[in-house]
């Protein structure tokens, strides 16, 4: 069966780094846009990054541009998410999406806090 499973969050001090990673199975991960999203606790789910199939394009939220950095390696069927300069209000659940056309595949998340 589909499975999309997030790793790499835990707590952070402000500006620091940390890498998500979210591993993919039973679906072609190659042919599917991969997206990060994020939601924090009283807010909407927001997306954070996508990148393309092949990885050859990417986009970013405004607020994330310049520190955030999605990535995938579709020999192994992972999506990464480098996240630096990390601020108290980037903590969240961060989640794992796989969209093509109509599909749309969600990890169960892990949990990024920034705090000192």
């Known amino acids: 069966q589909v499975q999309l499973v997030e790793s790499g969050g835990g707590l952070v001090q402000p500006g620091g780094s940390l890498r998500l990673s979210c591993a993919a199975s039973?679906?072609?991960?190659?042919?599917?846009?991969m997206n990060w999203y994020r939601q924090a606790p009283g807010k909407e789910r927001e997306l954070v990054a996508g990148?393309?199939?092949?990885?050859?394009?990417?986009t970013y939220a405004d607020s994330m541009k310049g520190r955030f950095t999605i990535s995938r390696d579709n020999a192994k069927n992972t999506l990464y998410l480098q996240m630096d300069s990390l601020k108290p209000e980037d903590t969240a659940v961060y989640y794992c999406?796989?969209?093509?056309?109509?599909?749309?595949?969600w990890g169960q998340g892990t949990q990024v806090t920034v705090s000192s």
């Open positions: 999406n796989a969209r093509l056309s109509i599909v749309n595949y």
């Open positions: 039973g679906f072609t991960f190659s042919t599917y846009t």
């Open positions: 990148i393309s199939s092949t990885g050859g394009f990417t």
